[in-house]
């Protein structure tokens, strides 16, 4: 696939696929909620990415800037995020959804030079802008004309430039692409990758999901996910597979009738997803046909063995379920077809890559007992750093060992068996969130005097907010407050870290350092054993 040292991703997922005479066959099958499919070839995402490259260059943002895409999915973003890998910015994504405390620690750590959205996200941006000194340009994918010097209109842009452009050749180490990923501590961590990711994204296209020249793939993660850049663009297109997107939010018959209509052989989604789909009506039963369909993959939850059983008893067909995070960029364990499945296991290493299960120290733990789960460094996919956090990075490696924060079990088999996160790091619906940031979040409200913020088990989600808010003595609970409360959370942060539940409670338990002692209210929130209480604050 690296053709004369050119590791460039941009030019990979494009250009070289022209080279290999695919430029006529479908890239994407880009589906609108009440629109017809509109097609582009490999061509038109080799020439609408250059011009977006060169409408960069025009603007004189080149190596290094950073250019944040803050869209819901549609066909600027993918075409965006391609033409400014090939320019060699780096790229981050945001969701759509998030609110104005999370756009600006994300674009403001990160120095973000440009970001491309849409009018109705712009005023949100436009609320922070004076925080944001390094942010020189704003475009946006829905208007025809410029709104000011520096808000731009990317239709005209990408009118007026050019669709040839010589992409630089570009070595393994190039950063490429930024995601941010929530801690317990701290703000949110830029995860820095590197062009040369794209080999681990596209080994194991191929080898866990099979991926070849005839398959339609459709992998519904969001973009502002790892999920949704590495595997809804990258890997695939780097293999030259035709993708399917859908713009449309989460409806089990549209999306039964796309993988029927648009005979979708191999699915990659979440267990959140397929544990809703369960809940419906069955697919046979509302008379779909899902005879395309090879296989299906989830990632970024625990799947339970019931959705497995629910999957081959309704779909007859197999869930695979896959491992990997943020920083490792591409799948690092998994079940594949062709091997047994054990449910609830997340499956065995991929080729190339040395999990093992090790104490706090380093040390080997046996099989069959829990530890951290960790990675042998030296793999093509691996982060580059966290931004502009040499020491936080620096703290998840012992020796030769990157530590994943997720703990589990290896059985004798060389199957890996989730138990949990050794942090207080929050997982719903695939989205890991920080506690911190939803506490720090609630003490921006003038009548909360301290809030603890859980992840208590959900039926649905994995993991619902469980937010404990202590009002100063000069407020009183109200149905009203809480209301607001969830409504601050939502806009600020994003509507998925909004508490599931409010608690207003009169003491949160603290240390005597200060420090929220989450796993005594997670304890008594679930009814269990509180542990050990010595170093409970008193009062
Ligand atoms: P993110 O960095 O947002 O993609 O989240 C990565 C985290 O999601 C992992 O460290 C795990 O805690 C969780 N995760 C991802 N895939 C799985 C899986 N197959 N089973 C259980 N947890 C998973």
Partial sequence: MIVNGQYNIGHICTTLQCERGLGEKTAMRWIAPAEDPVAYSFRDLDSQSNRFANVLASLGAGRGDILFIFLPKCPPLFLAFLGALKRQLVCGTLFANFGEDAIRDRLGDSRAALVLTKRSLLKKIERIRSQLPHLRRILLVDVEEDLCADVLSFPALMRGASSSFSTPRTSPRTPSVLHYTSGSTGKPKGVLHVHESLSMMAATCREVMGLGAQDVFWCTADQGWVTGTSYGIMGPWSLGVTQVHYGGKYDP???????????????????????????????????????????????????????????????????????????????????????????????????????????????????????????????????????????????????????????????????????????????????????????????????????????????????????????????????????????????????????????????????????????????????????DLSTLEDG
């Fill in 253 to 531: 018959r549209r999306w039964y009738e796309i993988i029927e209509k648009e005979k979708v052989s191999v699915w990659y989604s979440a267990p959140t997803a397929l544990r809703m789909l369960m809940r419906e009506e069955s697919p046979l039963a509302a008379g779909c046909d899902l005879s395309s369909l090879k296989r299906i993959f989830s990632v970024g939850e625990p799947l339970n063995p019931e959705v497995i059983r629910w999957a081959k008893r309704e779909l007859k067909k197999d869930i695979f379920d896959t491992w990997f995070q943020t920083e490792t960029g591409a799948i690092m364990i998994a079940n594949r077809p062709g091997t047994e499945i054990r449910p609830g296991s997340m499956g065995r290493a991929v080729g190339g890559i040395e999990p093992a299960i090790l104490s706090d120290q380093g040390d080997p733990i046996p099989d069959g007992a829990p530890g951290n789960l960790c990675l042998r460094t030296g793999f093509a996919s691996m982060f580059e750093t966290y931004l502009n956090n040499p020491g936080t990075y620096r703290q998840k490696f012992v020796g030769e060992f990157y530590f994943t924060g997720d703990t589990a079990i290896r059985d004798a088999d060389g199957y890996f068996w989730f138990k949990g996160r050794s942090d207080d790091v929050i997982n719903t619906a695939g989205h890991l969130l920080s506690p911190f940031e939803i506490e720090s979040t609630l003490l921006e409200m003038e009548e909360i005097a301290e809030s603890a913020v859980i992840g208590a088990p959900d039926g649905t989600l994995f993991e619902k907010v469980v937010a404990f808010v202590l009002l100063h003595p000069q407020y009183l609970p109200s149905r009203e407050l809480e209301v607001r409360i969830r409504l601050h959370v939502a806009n600020r942060l994003s509507p998925i870290a909004t508490p599931q539940e409010l608690m207003f409670v009169d003491r949160v338990p603290k240390n005597n350092s200060g420090k929220i002692m989450r796993r005594v209210l997670k304890a008594r929130y679930l009814g269990a054993d509180e542990g």
